[in-house]
């Protein structure tokens, strides 16, 4: 089986980066109005680039999106739904909208310990914080190719998907 | 007037018992079949009964991060947002 994940270390990100233990702040919807201190909330999760590399390389922007990133079982604890036997394999094929599953960074071979990618949730994170959390991290994972090729793809067909006010019968 | 909602599907219920009094070589081919049959007709009830239901019915929730603490905070103005400079590709 060819791996999904090749080991890389350093400062430079591209599409496909996975960096555990992001923080990400949550503000208050009236946040900065009142001038004072504020206490601003932050949340910790694991996350994987999206942006396009060739943007990230030639420092073209300033901040990155990133998806969250899960195991089955921590997906499951929240949507016990997917349990059921047959919901994991039509993600697999790509055919649940939202969701992409790439094989897991250890025992690749191994469908339980696959990860799941929620294209609903986007991040935005400055682009230097996010640069020297990879630098933080001695060894990480990058996504490599075809399997980011795929990834994005699946990325911008979930973005680029649009909802009809009405639909064809389906043939039955 | 409510309406009663009908009952989810539910997979069929297959009771495959092995057969008491075979035994041996012939017994125990008998009975792995047997056992191989019943899990071959659950996995394909549960795959049914996935693909019947509407995909609204299996959709999900957002996994939310996990809490990591609070942050105190004083916001700065720091001038209006400028575009990126724009290089031309050609």
Redesign the interface.
């Known amino acids: 089986m060819t791996p999904f994940w090749i080991a890389h270390q350093g400062p430079d990100l591209a599409q496909g980066d996975l960096l555990p233990d992001c923080?990400?702040?949550t503000f208050d919807p009236q946040?900065?109005e009142s001038?004072?201190?504020?206490?601003?909330?932050?949340?910790?999760?694991d996350l994987i680039v999206v942006t396009q590399s060739c943007d990230l390389a030639n420092a073209?922007?300033?901040f990155v999106a990133l998806c969250?990133i899960?195991t089955l079982e921590?997906?499951e604890?929240?949507?016990s739904?997917?349990k059921?036997?047959?919901?994991w394999e039509?993600v697999r094929k790509g055919r649940?909208?939202?969701?992409h599953m790439l094989a897991g960074t250890d025992e690749p071979e191994n469908n339980r310990r696959a990860l799941i990618v929620?294209f609903?949730?986007i991040y935005s994170l400055p682009f230097e914080y996010l640069s020297s959390r990879a630098a933080e991290i001695e060894t990480r994972w990058r996504l490599q190719s075809p399997f980011v090729e795929h990834f994005s793809q699946a990325f911008a067909r979930f973005f680029m998907r649009v909802g009809l006010p009405s639909a064809i019968p389906p043939f039955k | 007037m409510p309406a009663i909602a009908p009952l989810p599907p539910k997979p069929p219920i297959v009771h495959v018992r092995p057969i008491a009094d075979a035994l041996g070589d012939e017994g125990l081919f008998i009975s792995k079949a047997a056992e191989k049959a019943a899990e071959h007709w659950e996995?394909r009830a549960?795959?049914i009964l996935?693909?019947s239901r509407e995909?609204d019915?299996?959709d999900?929730?957002?996994?939310?991060?996990?809490?990591?603490?609070?942050?105190?905070?004083?916001?700065k103005f720091a001038g209006k947002l400028e575009p990126?400079p724009y290089e031309w590709d050609d």
Not at chain 1, 35 to 45: I, N, S, Y
Not at chain 1, 84 to 87: A, E, L
Not at chain 1, 96 to 99: A, I, K, M
Not at chain 2, 60 to 65: G, K, R
């Open positions: 923080l990400v702040p946040f900065g001038g004072d201190a504020e206490t601003v909330p932050f949340e910790r999760g073209k922007t300033r969250p899960f921590r997906f604890a929240f949507n739904n997917f059921t036997k047959g919901v039509e649940r909208e939202g969701l929620d609903r949730q | 996995d549960q795959w996935t693909h995909s019915e299996l999900y929730e957002s996994v939310p991060l996990d809490d990591a603490g609070t942050v105190r905070v004083r916001y990126m």
